[in-house]
């Protein structure tokens, strides 16, 4: 059966328009995991601080397939899928460990950490008797290896026939950005989840909409920390599939928000201590933010001294998870750690300016669904998908679209 | 350490009228439940383990509280919900006279404004508690949620 024949048409050839379906079509949920996940698409799978040694591994997802990311006794990095070639059983169900080769706990088959098959229990039977014919070739099933490639300290893997390699698919004007962040090696500093009552495409809307990020998260306007009115801009890799949404430190004290009696402009808010917004310009460039997505499911972010990554699970149409795990680096003084650990309080889902992203995205799976038919409405900045100056746009939205109509052929 | 009925007592009283005020959304006598320097921290099982200091909320002082409960009423957009604490009996752990330490199970049910309700979060309270005279108040808490997993957001606080 074409699974694409059950897929609607989309109603309109420009970008601006998005059909309320794409959020509640199971049909098309399954086509994603398999055109977009496991398709020509390079996914975030974990940091490579994550796997601190040799013979290591750390357990992940690729769309919603689970995964075994390892490094192995020379220290090279692999990822496989977490199925076992016999009855197809995870192999793997703790997130995290040292292990010289995997095993599966059903019937004790084992691999090696490339993901190969390196035994199979009673393969010749007992005396003589059972086992199994000598013509099998249990390893024609083995879990799936992913390429894997490892740039400025992230693990991305893809099961893509026709992908570029990773630092051409991230994009040119894209990995100086990620560079900048990534410069040094990574201390972990805590990681958690956030289970979001959503399809996993309205979060990464949600990040790439510079659009929003001043006027739903009153904390961040107000405290200076992010205006639309500040320098900075909305860079978009070309076909649209990843983007950088940035602002200086510097605040230029512009009046456009009070004289627009903007709800999320509140003068009268003072914080008792602002020493939880203190931060200092660590990367000496003077940006101040930096909110960096890579399509399908990743995003990096600095929020002032505040650094994280995030990737999305989707965990069915209406439900997604947030992994966020939040870093700092190996030199950091006491001090730049004592911002880090104050900051910690701006993100997350209990953060005073991540926290509404996840009602926000509820709202709209919520309120769209007695509307299939209907349309989103996304021609802030126009109709393109270029980069520009101004992050009062939502290029970057329809840049995802681009690159998702693009992949799934819709 | 030698039992110390009244001093048990004391601890379990100031988390009952502790959670009563979260629960009854007086927020803002949330704060007043700590010392001045009060620390407040909510970090996960897992983090904990692995020795990793971040969590959800990070607050050193009794003004940090204040700020977020006045974040929570001005600032930020959440759907209105409620939560319902149930406590177990707290255990003393450390009892200096005046100085107390006690580890209290929590699990905290979150009622949306529809109705729907949830098993929001279990975990344990990790509570250094100061006696001084009539009073009973926090010199710090650590929540310490069970699961790495948090539904939506954690507006108010645990």
């Not at chain 1, 075994?68 to 995290?96: I, P, S, Y």
Request: with cysteine; hydrophobic share 40%; proline share 4%.
């Amino acid at each position: 059966m074409n699974i694409a024949a059950n897929i609607k048409t989309w109603p309109s050839d420009s970008l601006t328009r998005v059909p309320y379906w794409v959020y509640a079509d199971q049909s098309l949920y399954d086509l994603e995991m398999e055109r977009i996940f496991r398709g020509d698409t390079w996914s975030f799978l974990c940091l490579e601080a994550e796997l601190p040694r040799p013979n290591t591994f750390r357990r992940s997802h690729f769309g919603d397939m689970s995964v075994v990311v390892t490094r192995d006794a020379e220290g090279k990095v692999h990822a496989f899928e977490n199925r076992c070639a016999h009855r197809g059983a995870l192999l793997c169900h703790k997130d995290r460990g040292d292990a010289k080769e995997i095993a599966c706990v059903y019937h004790n088959w084992t691999y090696d950490l490339c993901g190969k098959l390196t035994g199979v229990a009673f393969r010749r039977g007992i005396g003589g008797k059972g086992g199994m014919p000598p013509d099998s070739h249990p390893e024609e099933h083995a879990p799936r290896q992913l390429r894997v490639e490892v740039f400025a300290g992230l693990v991305f893997g893809t099961l893509g026939k026709n992908v570029a390699p990773l630092e051409t698919y991230l994009g040119a004007n894209i990995t100086p950005n990620i560079k900048r962040v990534m410069a040094k090696p990574v201390k972990l500093l805590g990681g958690y989840s956030q289970i979001l009552p959503s399809n996993w495409k309205l979060y990464m809307e949600n990040t790439k909409d510079s659009y929003h990020a001043s006027l739903l998260h009153m904390f961040f306007t107000t405290f200076r920390l992010n205006r639309l009115s500040q320098k900075g801009g909305l860079i978009v890799s070309e076909g649209g599939a990843n983007h950088i949404s940035y602002s200086m430190s510097a605040d230029v004290a512009g009046k456009e928000y009070e004289q627009a009696k903007m709800r999320s402009a509140n003068e009268g808010f003072a914080l008792e201590v602002p020493e939880v917004i203190k931060s200092i310009d660590e990367f000496g460039d003077g940006i101040g933010l930096q909110i960096l997505s890579v399509f399908p499911g990743f995003v990096l972010q600095q929020i002032r001294n505040s650094l994280a990554v995030r990737r999305i699970v989707p965990m069915g149409l209406d439900k997604t998870e947030l992994v966020w795990t939040m870093f700092g680096f190996e030199d950091d003084t006491p001090e730049l750690h004592d911002m880090r650990m104050m900051q910690s309080n701006l993100i997350g889902p209990g953060g005073f300016i991540s926290m509404e992203d996840g009602a926000a995205t509820g709202f709209v799976q919520r309120g769209s669904r007695g509307a299939p038919n209907e349309m989103s409405v996304v021609e802030m900045g126009g109709q393109g998908i270029g980069s520009e100056e101004s992050r009062v746009s939502e290029a970057a939205v329809r840049g995802f679209w681009a690159t998702y109509r693009r992949l799934m052929g819709v | 350490m030698s039992l110390n009925l009244e001093h048990q007592f004391r601890v379990q009283d100031l988390n009952a009228r502790y959670t009563e005020a979260i629960d009854e959304d007086r927020l803002e006598s949330w704060p007043d439940f700590f010392v001045p320097d009060g620390k407040y921290l909510i970090n996960t099982a897992e983090n904990v383990a692995q020795n990793l200091p971040l969590g959800f909320m990070y607050a050193t002082s009794q003004a940090m509280l204040r700020d977020r409960i006045k974040a929570l009423r001005q600032a930020n957009i959440y759907e209105a919900q409620r939560y319902r604490h149930v406590l177990a009996a707290p255990r003393l752990v450390e009892d200096n006279g005046g100085a107390l330490s006690a580890r209290t199970s929590f699990m905290v049910a979150r009622i949306m404004h529809t109705g729907e309700t949830i098993l929001f979060a279990t975990g344990i309270y990790e509570d250094r508690v100061v006696l001084d005279g009539g009073k009973a108040l926090f010199v710090e808490k650590k929540v310490i949620i069970d699961s790495r997993q948090i539904d939506t957001l954690l507006a108010i606080p645990l």
